[in-house]
């Protein structure tokens, strides 16, 4: 809150008498800062509710410390995702940026690191939206490396989504997302066309093989009389990330679900309960953190069974060891 003008000293001078506006004149003709004025004032009205109201207005707020990002990590400390619906998310807005050209691989975490390194010496990785902008424009190459934890695995799926400038880099085997889909877990992205929309979006849905497999699952369980599993299978389907082509499936196959039980069950028969309605998918915030503090999240190898590293793998660590961009701290986000 600035003050110094003409009208802030009148006012001043109403809230703390002749003596303060005195000073408080002294002060705008010198310049001083404001925490100076602050005591003027409090030596003199402490007891006057709207001067305590002009300092906490006037009493710089605390900065919070910046979440550490998929876009500003360092390629030495990449960002890993954690939460694979946040992922496919991030996915979407790279394609939907025109990033047309991607390749995509698995890796252990442990070399995560290097492989990003290595895209960084040819290309702009990951940089903010104001570089990536000015890039853009000076016709420069832009890329964008997105990597999430599969705990399932144990391994680290990663995309490289690549904007070419005035010529396209041909040092990979760039894919097109529309004539190679992206896969993840039993799903694609695709480009769906809503009933009354003019352009289609891009979104997720189940892949073909999947939403067979689906629909035979709950089929056999039903006709089968295992309402334990065909109870676990409507659980799992209402779990699913709600984007728009995932959500016209899930309904999809609930009806398939209601058909089939009125046709092969009895009226007595109670079916288990299916969710009236399926959740959507809002923006959400990056959820994960830096490979740094993923690598110490995991159990260290040997730590159970007592093992004591060798002086040989403890050469081969020193050789194999990489300098670590260390990235902000910050409190951990819920996914």
Known sequence: MGLGGPHDTEMLCRLGGPSDA????????????????????????????????????????????????????HPSNPFIFTSKTVFMQRIGDA????????????????????????????YLVNASRMQDMRARKAGEDTARWLAWMNENTGLVEWFLFYTPGKTICSEERWKHPWTDRIHLTGYELIRLTKPGAKAPVITWRYTRDRYRELHDQIVFAIRGRQDAVLEQLIFSLSKSPGFAGVREQVKGLWKITKDEWKRRRAKAELMPEIPKNIGYVRRLPDVGALWSEVVQKLPQKGASDGNEPTQTGTRKARKNSILVQPGPRSAPEKP
């Open 22 to 73: 005195h000073r408080i004149a002294c002060w705008t003709c010198r310049r001083k800062s404001s925490v100076k004025l602050r005591g003027i004032l409090l030596s003199r009205v402490t007891q006057n509710p709207a001067v305590l109201l002009l300092r906490h207005m006037d009493t710089p707020k605390p900065r919070r410390q910046d979440a550490a990002c998929s876009r500003t990590s």
């Open 95 to 122: 394609v939907r940026a025109g990033s047309l050209h991607y390749i995509r691989g698995t890796i252990k975490l442990n070399k995560a690191p290097f492989l990003v390194q290595k895209f960084a010496s040819r």
